[in-house]
Every structure is written in structure tokens, then in C-alpha cells.
């Protein structure tokens, strides 16, 4: 693969946010992030005091991510026939009147749960188009490191949005707490209607019924994307480890609970993964060359899944912290995909291209916790930790073979 020299051009965060267009998006985002955030947290709990069930408690949480691939697969033709301006409003309008009639309306619980479920399958379609938004607004190295500032600002919204969570409902109550929620989308689909041009689509829906459905075009362009071997590499490079740190995240707080680890202690070690994520995206895209991200993907994948070995022997709390912080850092792998993911599809199936990525990473991030948390309840937490980072060096390996094969 041929690159241009902008392509090399090492860019700066400060270059990045002084783009208005990129601004917007990035505020906006990180408003709706953490709404998201306040949003899931406080129909977990409404739904647990409602139904006093754990089970769907934790199926709230699961309802937002697990359908995404579905709706991607059927839905995200739509990232590229429909002006982004409408999408991305009406995709903020939308988040905003479901917190609302969940905060307003006293909803049966499964009606709660399908009503989520329904919103979650069009959650790539306006990801898909938010992000292509991005990629047609930055070029370059200029395009990673908006998402590296994009990345970081959601693993801080996240944060900030699950912890003011826990306030909001002590204070507001969780009914109450949904409105806020629901507010914070709304300023973002104002924002949005307001500053941001309305830029036609690449292949907007031809007009007279002309054209293939979006259904079908879905379907067929989802099955180019994932027959193209570069790009099904490439998908798959950035949703497995993801899937397999989250599983050994997921196994955090049991295997601290057969350590005899205090609450606090816990609590510390689930917030050493975002940090340590935090610091890896900012070393990696401030201060090395887009070349230098690239070739160092392998290596950033083994930091990402070497640590979790360790687990296998029951570290004390001080190390299992620093090996989070370690794992986390490992992260920044994705910031070398980046590019060469943007070149690999093609610009008029972007939109639909970037949903996928998302729905896939989200999904992934879902059944990651599933398949090790089954694992360790035959060989413990700590050893199911250590697999799923086996697991990760696994992929580090391809990415190497690949990258020496693609190099000779």
C-alpha cells in the first residue's frame, strides 16, 4: 500500500481541536458518552429495585451493546445514503426521547428492555456516520489522532458519567436521573442542528424507490466489507483483543474477592485499565510518527496481553495494579490500525464500514466476559485472566507474521 507524504506528516492534538467542524463533533460526543453512561447505570438500577432480579439487571446493561452487530449488518447502508446532519440528530433526538419515556412513563420492564434493544440496532448507523464525518473532516495522521482524542475523551466521559451516576441517583433518583440523561442528549441534537453544515452523503438514497433496499444494500456491503481479506483482518485485529482484555476485566472483582482484597482495593484496580488506556493513547499518538504506530502494533498487542499472564499466580494487590496500568497502555494499538482500516474500505461504504468496527467492538466487548467467565468457573479466576491474555499474544503473533509476510 502506497502512502502519501500527508500520510506521514506527524499532526497534533493542538491541530486537531483547532478544526471547528472536528470540535463539534468531539464535544458533542463526549456529552453523549456520558450520558450514555448516567443513561445504562441508572436503568440497571431501576430496573434491579423494580424487579429486585440481578439477572436483569445485568441484562440492561447487555441489551445496549449486543444487538448493535444485527443493526450494522441490516442497517448501516444508511451511515452512507442519508445527509450525516440528519442522522446525527436524529440519532441524538432519539437517545433523548427513549431516556425520557423511560424517566416520564412507568414502562413495564420488558417493554423497557425492547425498547433499548430496538435503539441499540440503530447505534452503528449513527456511529458509523459520526465517525466517517471525521475521517471526511481530518486527513492523515491528523484523522488518528482525532480518534486517539475521540478515545480518550470517551474512556474519561465513561468515568465521569458512571460516577456522577451513583450521585444523580442518590441525589435525583433514578426516574429524575434519566431526565438529565435525556437533557444532555438533547443540547447535543441542538448543538449539532445548529453549527454543523448540511453535507450531502456520499450515496444518498436515490429518490422514486429507485435503487436496491436498505436492508439488501446492508446486507451485500456487509459482505464485501467482511470478504475483503485486508479489511476482515483488519476488523478482527482490533475486536479481539478488545474482547479478551474485557474478559479478564470482567474477572477483576472475583478474583479480587478470593484474594481477600477491601472494596477500595477493588475499586482501584478496575479504574487502572481506563488510566493506564488514558496515558497509552496519549504517549503513543503525541509522540510517535505515524509510520512508528503502524510497525509497532504487534508489539503494543503483547503489552496489551503479556501482563495478564501473571494473574495465573495470584499477584499481591500493588502488582496486580501496576499490571493493569501496564495492560491498559497496551491499548494504544489501535491508533497504528487506524489508517491503514480507512484506506482499506471504500469511501462510498465508510459509514457503514466505521458501524460495523463499533458494533463489532462492542459486541465482541459483550462476549468476551461470557466465554472467560465460564472459563474460570473451572480454573479460577486468576488462571482464566492469564488465558485470555495467551489468548491476545496469540493475536500479536498473527499481526507479526502478517506484517513480516507483508514486508518481504
Known sequence: ?????????????????????FRLLFVTRTLTVTADSLRIMTLSVLVFTTTGSPLLGALTFGVGFLPQLAGSLFLGSLADRVRPRLLVVAGHVLFCATAAAAGLVHLPVPVLLLLFAAVACLTPVFSGVSIRLVAETLTGDAY???????????????LIGLAGGGVAIASLGPRNSLLLSSGAYL??????RVRLPDLPGPAETPRHGSGPSVLRHSWSESGKLLADRTVRTLLLAQWLPSAFVAGAESLVVPFAGGQSMSVGSTGTLL??????????????????????????????????????????????????????????????????????????????????????????????????????????????????????????????IQLTRRRTTSDS
Open 271 to 396: 479504574a487502572c485499565l481506563p488510566v493506564g488506556m488514558l496515558a497509552g493513547d496519549l504517549v503513543v499518538g503525541r509522540f510517535l510518527a505515524p509510520a512508528a504506530r503502524e510497525r509497532l502494533v504487534p508489539a503494543l498487542v503483547t503489552v496489551l496481553g503479556a501482563p495478564l499472564l501473571i494473574f495465573a499466580v495470584d499477584p499481591p494487590w500493588v502488582v496486580c495494579a501496576v499490571l493493569l496500568l501496564i495492560t491498559g497502555t497496551g491499548f494504544a494499538y489501535g491508533l497504528g490500525l487506524q489508517r491503514p482500516f480507512l484506506d482499506a474500505v471504500p469511501e462510498t461504504a465508510r459509514g457503514q464500514a466505521f458501524g460495523l468496527l463499533s458494533a463489532g467492538m462492542m459486541s465482541s466487548q459483550g462476549l468476551g466476559p461470557v466465554a472467560f467467565g465460564t472459563i474460570a468457573e473451572f480454573t479460577g479466576a486468576g488462571t482464566a485472566m492469564a488465558l485470555s491474555g495467551l489468548a491476545t499474544l496469540g493475536i500479536a
Open 1 to 21: 500500500m502506497t502512502t502519501t507524504p500527508d500520510s506521514q506528516r506527524h499532526a497534533t492534538y493542538r491541530e486537531v481541536l483547532a478544526n471547528p467542524r
Open 187 to 192: 443540547v447535543a441534537a441542538i448543538a449539532v
Open 144 to 158: 488518528v489522532l482525532g480518534r486517539s482524542l475521540s478515545n480518550m475523551s470517551a474512556s474519561a466521559a465513561q
